[in-house]
């Protein structure tokens, strides 16, 4: 990745997450979660989703949907992994949204997320956001550019952090990101989610 070439796109605040991506250019936000998840698990039909909704893990078979998603919102290309989203589908197949969960060292980084144009503002991105907390095994933490995203993700819990206390895992990445969004006067927010116990 290269200093002076930061790029993130806005996704409304029930499509995406963000997190920042290199281009040519400065303007938008963009979210993403990463980590991974191993096995099949089953559908879940989220109270918060439109009924004619579910969320399932992704198969082989999706991996160039995810890309399509995720190169087309201009979102961070790397590590698209299939074995580590999560997707929104709509009961006649078509996929609405996608999202993922990177595993470093030690910690998750939850990105990617992406909901298609015409079904933004319905809840999906919140709604595969919660999805993916549950799914967390480890310490979480995202970067997103502006403030409106920063308060998106306070509302779910997000608290800031600094690169001075990030596990060894994620220092190097969120500190290159930080020293560009310094040089390029970008309003870079890196957070953490601190972990709940789980009931049950």
Not at 18 to 46: A, H, I, N
Not at 159 to 175: A, D, I, Q, T, W
Request: with cysteine.
């Amino acid at each position: 990745m290269r200093p002076g070439t930061l790029r993130a796109q806005s996704e409304d605040y029930d499509g995406g997450i963000s997190s920042p991506v290199y281009s040519d250019s400065r303007r938008g936000t963009e979210s993403v979660l990463d980590g991974s998840t191993g096995g099949t698990k089953p559908m879940e039909t989220p109270s918060s989703l439109p009924a004619n909704c579910h969320i399932r893990q992704a198969k082989p078979t999706d991996i160039w949907t995810i890309r399509w998603l995720v190169l087309g919102a201009k979102l961070d290309p790397t590590q698209i992994r299939w074995q580590q989203f999560w997707l929104v589908e709509h009961r006649n197949g078509q996929i609405l949204a996608c999202g993922q969960l990177r595993t470093f060292v030690n910690c998750q980084e939850l990105g990617s997320l992406v909901v298609r144009s015409p079904q933004r503002r319905q809840g999906l991105g919140t709604a595969l956001t919660r999805h993916l907390l549950r799914q967390a095994t480890a310490p979480l933490y995202l970067e997103c550019l502006g403030s409106q995203l920063a308060e998106f993700y306070q509302r779910l819990g997000f608290r800031p952090v600094v690169v001075e206390v990030l596990p060894s895992g994620l220092r190097r990445k969120f500190g290159l990101s930080a020293a560009v969004a310094r040089l390029l006067r970008l309003p870079l927010y890196q957070m953490h989610w601190p972990q709940k116990k789980r009931n049950g």
